[in-house]
Every structure is written in C-alpha cells, then in structure tokens.
C-alpha cells in the first residue's frame, strides 16, 4: 500500500513572527498543519519540512532583504511545530526552490515510487510553495511520474505588504499551480477538483461553490 508525503515549506519564525520578511498572518495556518503533520505521522506517512535556511552571500539577497540567516531564530521551525521536528525530514534550502535542493533531489528520486500522492502546505503562496509545487509537477511529467499533487487552500499563505496584495498573490499562485497540474482543494479530505480562478456575474462575494465535473469556481470580489 501506497503511502502519503507531506511536504511543509518554510513555516520559519522569519516567515511567520520576526524579521524583515515575517507577517503575522500567517500564524493562522498553523494549528491546522500541525494537525496536518500529526496525523500523517501517526499513519506512518513521511513528512519533510523545507526551512529557509541562509548565508550573507547568498544571490537570493539581491531580490529580498536579509532574512532566515543561519543559526537564528528566523530559520527554526514555528514554536507550535519544533516538538515535531525530530519526526520529520528536515531540509535547509537557500532559495525560494526547495525542489532544488539537492537533498530533496535525491530523497525523492529514490522512494517516488512509495506514494500515491504529495501534500504541500505552508508559506509563501505565490514563491516557495508555487516554485516547488510546479518544479515537483514539472520533474513528475519529464519522468513519467503520476503521483497526485495536492495544495489544500486552507494550509498555505502569503504575506501582505506594499505591492504585495494577500488575496491577489494567493490567487496567482494558486492558478499557476492549477495550470501546471496541481490538484487545489479548499480544505484537504475534501472530494477533489481544481479551483478556477474566473469571475462570476452571479455572486461578487469571495465565495466557493461546486460546479459541474467536480470544479471548483473561486468567486472575486468585484
């Protein structure tokens, strides 16, 4: 029997509760992905947590602020999922791509063939969790691989800021996803389909309905 990985992205304190990048939103993602980890634990399934994790001289600094430095309490998992983190596979990464690393490579390289399907949850929406997401899709269709990508909606987020709309970038970065093959659900154990992101004439309220042939409609505002 096939089992699930559970891939959690950056849920860092630099992320989440200090530092030039964090936003405290996004702690509201987080009882739920502990609930997240602690389940899939508990069914044996395997479970890695990418934690930006970098050098003064790293390219990435040229694009964003200092943040996540090594050895500072930035690249440390979130306080409410660091008891967890001897049960997980844990993956320093010094870019926004954690399916570059080359411990993630050789990882999943070798046991691919062990799961029926991949959990992504975390932050940021529209970076780390979309450059990984759509790089795994990408890799799994070069390779033959069909394993089900899953984004639940409800476990990932993104930060707001000057330029940086919440609801606008979650929204791109869940279409891309989409586009690439990923399988976007409210809430994860929910009856699978893909969320369009489309307006609708009908309801301008940000709601979500099903529609025909197991779709999901994301409604905008406006």
């Known amino acids: 029997m096939k089992k699930k990985l559970v891939v959690v992205v950056d849920m860092v304190n630099g992320f989440v509760n ?47 602020p200092v943040h996540c430095l090594d050895g500072t309490i930035e690249s440390e998992l979130v306080p409410e999922l660091k008891p967890l983190a001897h049960y997980m596979i844990d993956i320093p990464k010094n870019t926004t791509n954690g399916f570059n690393t080359e411990k993630f490579r050789k990882f999943y390289e070798e046991h691919y063939d062990e799961y029926d399907e991949v959990i992504v949850v975390g932050c940021c929406t529209d970076i780390c969790v979309t450059d990984f997401t759509t790089s795994l899709i990408d890799f799994q269709k070069e390779n033959g691989i069909n394993t089900r990508v899953t984004v639940p909606m409800n476990l990932v987020e993104t930060f707001d800021g000057p330029g940086h709309n919440r609801k606008t970038m979650n929204e791109i970065g869940f279409e891309k996803m989409r586009k690439a093959g990923a399988n976007i659900v409210r809430e994860y154990g929910e009856e699978f389909g893909f ?3 489309q307006e609708s004439e009908n309801n301008p309220e940000n709601k979500c309905e099903k529609v025909k042939q197991k779709q999901y409609v994301l409604r905008k505002e406006g």
């Open 195 to 197: 969320w369009n992101l």
């Open 18 to 64: 200090i530092g030039a990048l964090h936003d405290k939103y996004i702690n509201h993602i987080v009882p739920g992905i502990r609930k997240m980890i602690e389940e899939n634990l508990e069914l044996k399934n395997d479970v890695i947590d990418f934690r930006d994790c970098h050098s003064l001289t790293d390219e990435e600094f040229k694009a964003y």
